[in-house]
């Protein structure tokens, strides 16, 4: 009978452990998400007429990086500043036919870009850059 009685409690006590926590994210979660999102959009120069651009990383300050595929099917990194203007990252050694090039994946709070490229015999490697720099080799 005591088991009984501890099974009892003990489901009592995570229902109501359960209940009050799905009460509190109610409560707080539109206070946690209130401030007013801005949606920005934006075409990498460049970009062909196929798959266009994809946006994978922004930081804290609102740089943006990603990549964007050329009328050739060549792929180019890319950075938009917060200040809007957009800017090409290509690595040394990228190779520039279809599926071939640089593709950035992150940037850090301090602007360092890390990502992979693949050079003219599709063989992938990986590359840091660093923010600041528009339209240059990395």
Do not use: E, K
Request: hydrophobic share 40%.
């Amino acid at each position: 009978m005591t088991t009984n009685l501890t099974n009892i409690f003990t489901s009592s006590w995570l229902l109501a452990v359960a209940i009050t926590s799905i009460l509190l994210v109610g409560i707080l979660a539109p206070t946690a998400f209130s401030q007013q999102s801005t949606v920005i959009t934006f075409d990498a120069p460049g970009a062909g007429t196929g798959p266009g651009h994809t946006t994978l990383a922004i930081n804290p300050a609102g740089a943006i990086t990603g990549f964007y595929f050329d009328a050739g099917d060549a792929i180019h990194g890319f950075l938009r500043s917060p200040d809007g203007t957009i800017g090409t990252i290509d690595v040394p050694g990228a190779g520039t036919g279809p599926g071939q090039g640089t593709s950035p994946f992150s940037i850090t709070s301090g602007g360092a870009i890390a990502g992979r490229y693949a050079d003219a015999n599709n063989v992938f490697s990986w590359f840091p850059a660093r923010c600041g720099r528009r339209d240059h080799d990395v």
